[in-house]
């Protein structure tokens, strides 16, 4: 076979792909794996994007957002959040409700004329992974936070960084600064004030193994130290950072009521990683990068 032929042949299987982007249905992690949602389609693949069965019904959504097709499962409150009362228990419910409804779910595309071929998920539902493999689907973990927040949930999790963290300085390698307080995920600092929270984002770590490919999604020039420390330093088959190029999508997101508390970065820790910003709010953007086992390419 030619490389001509390769590559058609390489084109005929991408347009008959078919992904299923499984997210947090939480402010702050559906929309950016829309937005990468979005870059799968102009790639030529069709993407089916998971929202909840509440999500769906009370945003109004239809059978679609623009060329991405929506479809649903359920977290146990198809009413609403407010029926959990808190986090915890919506949690609970969620683990043990969604692994079934989207097992389900594949189950209905894999003997339909567009069956499903991978699984993109936050790891936050590491149970999605597992449901993806139990299909025998390749499955790629998609995470939401920047790329350092992950990295010291990684030392978290490998019993790196102890929890609780009282004194400071904090140094952790990889990372360029020196980390105070008030730069780290509350979690960190006081495990007690949200188990939930903590058991969740500890979960994520659990089975990542198993994962064919993980993603980040990050900006690089606000993170290019660790961004290019950590794929050399995971134990991982297959590292990509993310770094999305949004354009104007102001229409293309689905706005969620916050109901988890993000852990992010201060302010004041983003500024020293650009100086000439010191005096101005971080704006984060995205622009179309990726690495793999030490090669840049575009994704």
Same mark, same amino acid.
């Given at each position: 076979?030619?490389?001509?032929?390769?590559?058609?042949?390489?084109?005929?299987?991408?347009?008959?792909?078919?992904?299923?982007?499984?997210?947090?249905?939480?402010?702050?992690?559906?929309?950016?794996?829309?937005?990468?949602?979005?870059?799968?389609?102009?790639?030529?693949?069709?993407?089916?994007?998971?929202?909840?069965?509440?999500?769906?019904?009370?945003?109004?959504?239809?059978?679609?957002?623009?060329?991405?097709?929506?479809?649903?499962?359920?977290?146990?409150?198809?009413?609403?959040?407010?029926?959990?009362?808190?986090?915890?228990?919506?949690?609970?419910?969620?683990?043990?409700?969604?692994?079934?409804?989207?097992?389900?779910?594949?189950?209905?595309?894999?003997?339909?004329?567009?069956?499903?071929?991978?699984?993109?998920?936050?790891?936050?539902?590491?149970?999605?992974?597992?449901?993806?493999k139990d299909f025998g689907l390749f499955a790629a973990a998609f995470f939401t936070h920047a790329c350092a927040v992950d990295y010291i949930f990684y030392n978290v999790y490998h019993e790196v960084l102890k929890m609780p963290v009282s004194s400071t300085p904090v140094l952790i390698e990889g990372l360029p600064l020196l980390l105070e307080l008030q730069d780290l995920p509350t979690f960190v600092v006081l495990p007690d004030s949200y188990p939930a929270n903590v058991k969740m984002i500890m979960s994520q770590f659990a089975n990542l193994d198993k994962a064919d490919w993980i993603l980040i999604n990050t900006?690089?020039?606000?993170?290019?130290?660790?961004?290019?420390?950590? @794929?050399?330093?995971?134990? $991982?088959?297959? %590292? &990509?950072?993310? !770094?999305?190029?949004?354009?104007?999508?102001? #229409? *293309?997101?689905?706005?969620?009521?916050?109901?988890?508390?993000?852990?992010? @970065?201060?302010?004041?820790? $983003?500024?020293? %990683? &650009?100086?000439? !910003?010191?005096?101005?709010?971080?704006?984060? #953007? *995205?622009?179309?990068?990726?690495?793999?086992?030490?090669?840049?390419?575009?994704?």
């Open positions: 076979m030619s490389p001509t032929e390769r590559v058609r042949e390489m084109e005929k299987m991408v347009n008959r792909s078919h992904v299923l982007v499984v997210p947090l249905p939480g402010a702050g992690h559906i929309n950016p794996m829309l937005q990468f949602s979005r870059r799968l389609v102009s790639k030529g693949l069709k993407v089916t994007f998971i929202i909840t069965k509440f999500i769906s019904k009370s945003r109004q959504l239809g059978s679609s957002i623009g060329s991405i097709q929506l479809d649903t499962i359920s977290d146990g409150y198809d009413d609403g959040f407010n029926q959990a009362g808190s986090w915890e228990p919506y949690l609970s419910s969620l683990h043990d409700v969604g692994p079934k409804t989207l097992s389900e779910l594949i189950k209905r595309y894999q003997t339909s004329s567009s069956p499903i071929h991978a699984v993109i998920y936050e790891p936050f539902l590491a149970w999605a992974l597992d449901v993806a900006f690089y020039k606000l993170e290019c130290e660790v961004g290019n420390f950590v @794929p050399h330093n995971w134990t $991982l088959q297959l %590292f &990509v950072l993310l !770094f999305q190029f949004l354009g104007k999508s102001h #229409s *293309f997101s689905i706005s969620i009521p916050n109901q988890l508390i993000s852990s992010i @970065p201060s302010q004041s820790y $983003l500024r020293q %990683f &650009v100086p000439p !910003f010191k005096n101005c709010n971080v704006l984060f #953007s *995205f622009v179309s990068f990726g690495y793999w086992r030490r090669q840049i390419y575009i994704v």
